[in-house]
């Protein structure tokens, strides 16, 4: 099994802002491979389905984005799952919007939900979709940009962004990171 969790806020007023792209993501693979409804568990909603033959649990804590890591930690350890089988999907400020790195630990970079989850899980060395949502340029707009709902402009670059994770998510639960990286960039530059 592997514990894919989306980073992100919990209120509905909150749904739209650029620091929930990590839950919506995580819904939309949830919809396109038909996991089961969601439900409350670990703090949490979570929903179990099946990507390119593997069991995936995906998780959305509904912690607020500060203590992400209380529910991440409750459901690593109920199934005793190495960090290693964890992959937290999140929005990046250093990459341009919508483009997709994926790696293994390294710091938080002030991303609270990534801190959160370095010390409930004692360690940084979980998977980590970086999802570029871009920078607002200047380092005191940061807070105000990611806590801001998506732009409508934004809808050209993130409902192609989403769906091509998605489509790549076999290769990500096969733990082929390159392949997925190659393949959401090659989606996205067939919808521009």
């Known amino acids: 099994m592997l514990l894919w969790v989306g980073l992100g806020n919990p209120e509905p007023a909150m749904a739209r802002q650029r620091h929930n792209i990590g839950f919506l993501a995580l819904d939309t693979i949830a919809i396109r491979y038909g996991f089961a409804p969601w439900r409350q568990r670990f703090r949490g909603l979570v929903s179990e389905g099946t990507v390119g033959g593997e069991r995936i649990l995906a998780l959305k804590p509904q912690t607020y984005m500060n203590a992400s890591g209380e529910s991440v930690q409750a459901a690593a350890a109920f199934y005793k799952l190495p960090a290693g089988a964890i992959t937290a999907f999140h929005d990046e400020l250093d990459l341009a919007p919508g483009k997709v790195r994926v790696k293994r630990g390294g710091g938080a970079a002030g991303h609270n939900g990534l801190r959160s989850m370095d010390r409930a899980l004692g360690t940084p060395d979980y998977w980590r979709v970086r999802l570029g949502i871009g920078h607002p340029g200047e380092k005191d707009r940061v807070l105000g940009y990611v806590l801001g709902d998506f732009a409508k402009a934004d809808r050209d670059w993130l409902i192609p ?25 090659l989606l996205t530059q067939a919808a521009a």
């Not at 769906?163 to 960039?185: I, N, Q």
């Open 161 to 185: 962004l989403l769906d091509a994770v998605a489509e790549a998510a076999p290769l990500l639960a096969a733990g082929r990171t390159e392949d997925f990286m190659s393949k959401v960039a």
